[in-house]
């Protein structure tokens, strides 16, 4: 069975601190794909990172940053001098494989909310 | 602006009602999903086309009936449904390639409201 759990419900920080999201992960795949996505008030679901299982490699994309460990399951997120805009719910998400169409399972999600 | 479009953006029905939910994409994918998402909850993934056939179908109850005309359009028809159903409708497309697995790309979504 896949399972995402994101511990964090809620995070409050102050702007231009950094805050980091944590997500585990449960699979017994070799192979499986992980994924970051920000949703805010508006609804929409935005896709921030894909990492497959076979690249360890920390990545960081401007004020973000992520890092993959799969000896402890783990692909968190963290967010560099904060901002106001940063506000939103953040899923983890992993895939189930499949190649004909693509289930994604998801955290529960943390909201996080920057404030001024 | 994301680059799948949903219509409309608000939704009021009775539970007598008929509606379609519809969704666009013009990124070439050639899977598209329906999602539904309760307040403070993740999307539940409810429906997958992929090359415009039906390929999975989470268990959704016979008053959601989707529809894919073709590559682009996605649509879901809503029929007798129950207030419990009220949710916020995301569309989603992707591209389906052996071995890869293409992020999803979503749009804005329908907020539907049973009454």
């Known amino acids: 069975a896949q399972k995402v759990t994101q511990a964090q419900t809620e995070i409050s920080v102050v702007e231009k601190e950094d805050v980091t999201l944590d997500c585990v992960y449960e699979t017994r795949d070799t192979t499986y794909y992980l994924f970051w996505y920000k949703q805010p008030p508006s609804g929409e679901l935005v896709f921030l990172i894909r990492?497959?299982?076979?690249?360890?490699q920390n990545e960081i994309s401007g004020r973000y940053s992520w890092n993959f460990q799969k000896s402890t399951s783990s692909f968190n997120f963290t967010i560099t001098a904060s901002q106001v805009v940063d506000s939103a719910v953040y899923f983890c998400a992993l895939i189930r494989g499949e190649t004909s169409g693509s289930r994604l399972t998801f955290g529960e999600g943390t909201q996080l909310t920057v404030n001024p | 602006d994301t680059e799948v479009t949903q219509t409309p953006k608000h939704l009021v029905m009775g539970m007598t009602n008929k509606k379609s939910l519809k969704c666009e994409q013009h990124m070439g994918h050639r899977a598209m999903y329906w999602y539904k998402q309760k307040a403070k909850k993740p999307p539940e993934l409810m429906f997958v086309?992929?090359?415009?056939?039906?390929?999975i179908n989470e268990s959704v109850p016979s008053r959601f009936s989707p529809e894919c005309p073709n590559s682009s359009l996605l649509n879901l028809h809503l029929h007798a449904l129950q207030p419990e159903d009220s949710a916020l409708y995301l569309c989603?497309?992707?591209?389906?390639?052996?071995?890869?697995?293409?992020?999803?790309?979503f749009g804005n979504g329908t907020r539907l409201t049973v009454t």
């Open positions: 989603a497309s992707s591209q389906p390639r052996a071995g890869r697995y293409s992020p999803l790309h």
């Open positions: 990492r497959n299982s076979f690249d360890e």
């Open positions: 086309y992929s090359y415009e056939k039906l390929s």
